[in-house]
């Protein structure tokens, strides 16, 4: 039983062909933005469906300089979920605005245009729902809302609601390629992806010293740049991606037909959505057999934040949530063993 991992997915298939890549940047000397970045983000930009992809360090700056291309700074609010990861609230006071909380939908765990619109005040400036675990927010409607929507579709690389893709519904998207998301790459890695021309050009002088040409700085941004050997391995791992997203729809399908619905609430697809599972989040009340629990503490309960709003959703879905094994790699019979165990309530 103890040895079915959480996370199962394995890049050791690829590996042959991340040395290749990682090789080519070696041998050309170009590594810090450069050819391999520009192909990268015109590849990601093509498979999203969106007209501009902007490669930064990592998935918490893309949060930070997204939010300041699009005009969010000191006095504004960004209204977001409390059950997410961190990064969504510490990006956006890094931007210099106040995130405001608001709950979310126990079913889908991700925020509802209901949710978002009982915390908006007339000092909003924009929306950060997050495609919590791989499901999708309802992007849609919330941008009818009137202010800027960013999606934090860190955790929905593939995702799609609706036929549209995660990351190419909103005003702006980020990414984040760290080593467990659905696409990984070697360390750290991130994107901001948008259809606004004005948008992309400020991510794109933010994410290099508020530069556009290294000697006049127009803003005071970051060094915050994807560096070229991170882009070449994701150049050779993005074509597997959609492989992979079907494999992990096959995990969750094994899991409900093989009874797991019996011992826990299973995960729901937003209305619309095409799930990608980066987790498989169930619910129960009492402690499951390989779950981990996430974000026991939500963040605006962090020490960082300590903010008293009520968020009732927010703290069950807080309690009870348990993440099973997951992953690409995970095995019809890996599968059986969880859900047996989930029976036997054995550890
Ligand atoms: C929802 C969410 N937002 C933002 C981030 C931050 O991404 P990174 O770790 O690449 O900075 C993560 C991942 O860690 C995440 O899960």
Not at 106 to 133: G, N, Q, Y
């Given at each position: 039983?103890?040895?079915?991992?959480?996370?199962?997915?394995?890049?050791?298939?690829?590996?042959?062909?991340?040395?290749?890549?990682?090789?080519?940047?070696?041998?050309?000397?170009?590594?810090?933005?450069?050819?391999?970045?520009?192909?990268?983000?015109?590849?990601?930009?093509?498979?999203?469906?969106?007209?501009?992809?902007?490669?930064?360090?990592?998935?918490?700056?893309?949060?930070?300089?997204?939010?300041?291309?699009?005009?969010?700074?000191?006095?504004?609010?960004?209204?977001?979920?409390?059950?997410?990861?961190?990064?969504?609230?510490?990006?956006?006071?890094?931007?210099?605005?106040?995130?405001?909380?608001?709950?979310?939908?126990?079913?889908?765990?991700?925020?509802?245009?209901?949710?978002?619109?009982?915390?908006?005040?007339?000092?909003?400036?924009?929306?950060?729902?997050?495609?919590?675990?791989?499901?999708v927010?309802p992007?849609?409607?919330?941008?009818?809302?009137?202010?800027?929507?960013?999606?934090?579709?860190?955790?929905?690389?593939?995702?799609?609601l609706d036929g549209?893709?995660?990351?190419?519904?909103?005003?702006?998207?980020?990414?984040?390629?760290?080593?467990?998301?659905?696409?990984?790459?070697?360390?750290?890695?991130?994107?901001?992806?948008?259809?606004?021309?004005?948008?992309?050009?400020?991510?794109?002088?933010?994410?290099?010293?508020?530069?556009?040409?290294?000697?006049?700085?127009?803003?005071?941004?970051?060094?915050?740049?994807?560096?070229?050997?991170?882009?070449?391995?994701?150049?050779?791992?993005?074509?597997?991606?959609?492989?992979?997203?079907?494999?992990?729809?096959?995990?969750?399908?094994?899991?409900?037909?093989?009874?797991?619905?019996?011992?826990?609430?299973?995960?729901?697809a937003a209305g619309g959505s095409r799930?990608?599972?980066?987790?498989?989040?169930?619910?129960?009340?009492?402690?499951?057999?390989?779950?981990?629990?996430?974000?026991?503490?939500?963040?605006?309960?962090?020490?960082?934040?300590?903010?008293?709003?009520?968020?009732?959703?927010?703290?069950?879905?807080?309690?009870?949530?348990?993440?099973?094994?997951?992953?690409?790699?995970?095995?019809?019979?890996?599968?059986?063993?969880?859900?047996?165990?989930?029976?036997?309530?054995?550890?």
């Amino acid at each position: 039983m103890g040895d079915v991992p959480l996370f199962a997915s394995s890049l050791e298939p690829y590996h042959d062909r991340l040395v290749q890549a990682i090789e080519r940047v070696a041998r050309s000397g170009a590594y810090i933005l450069g050819p391999e970045v520009e192909a990268f983000e015109r590849e990601f930009a093509d498979y999203l469906g969106v007209k501009h992809c902007v490669g930064v360090a990592n998935g918490t700056d893309a949060l930070t300089i997204a939010l300041r291309a699009l005009g969010v700074g000191p006095g504004d609010e960004v209204v977001m979920p409390s059950f997410t990861f961190y990064a969504t609230a510490e990006a956006t006071i890094v931007a210099g605005a106040t995130p405001v909380f608001c709950d979310i939908d126990l079913d889908s765990f991700c925020v509802t245009p209901e949710t978002v619109k009982a915390v908006m005040t007339s000092r909003t400036k924009a929306i950060v729902p997050v495609h919590l675990f791989g499901n999708v927010a309802p992007v849609p409607e919330l941008r009818e809302l009137g202010v800027p929507v960013l999606e934090d579709a860190a955790q929905a690389a593939g995702a799609k609601l609706d036929g549209v893709k995660a990351g190419a519904l909103g005003d702006a998207a980020t990414f984040s390629f760290f080593p467990s998301k659905n696409l990984p790459c070697l360390g750290d890695g991130g994107a901001i992806t948008t259809n606004d021309d004005d948008v992309a050009e400020l991510a794109r002088v933010l994410r290099f010293h508020g530069s556009q040409d290294k000697t006049t700085f127009i803003e005071v941004g970051y060094n915050s740049r994807l560096d070229a050997m991170q882009a070449a391995a994701l150049r050779v791992l993005l074509p597997e991606l959609d492989g992979w997203n079907e494999s992990r729809r096959a995990v969750a399908a094994a899991y409900e037909r093989l009874g797991m619905a019996e011992h826990a609430a299973l995960p729901s697809a937003a209305g619309g959505s095409r799930h990608i599972y980066h987790l498989y989040v169930v619910r129960s009340p009492h402690e499951l057999p390989l779950g981990r629990g996430y974000y026991r503490v939500p963040v605006h309960r962090q020490p960082a934040i300590g903010s008293d709003v009520a968020l009732p959703v927010t703290e069950e879905a807080a309690r009870t949530n348990y993440a099973l094994p997951m992953g690409k790699d995970l095995t019809e019979e890996q599968v059986a063993e969880v859900v047996a165990a989930c029976a036997s309530g054995s550890t």
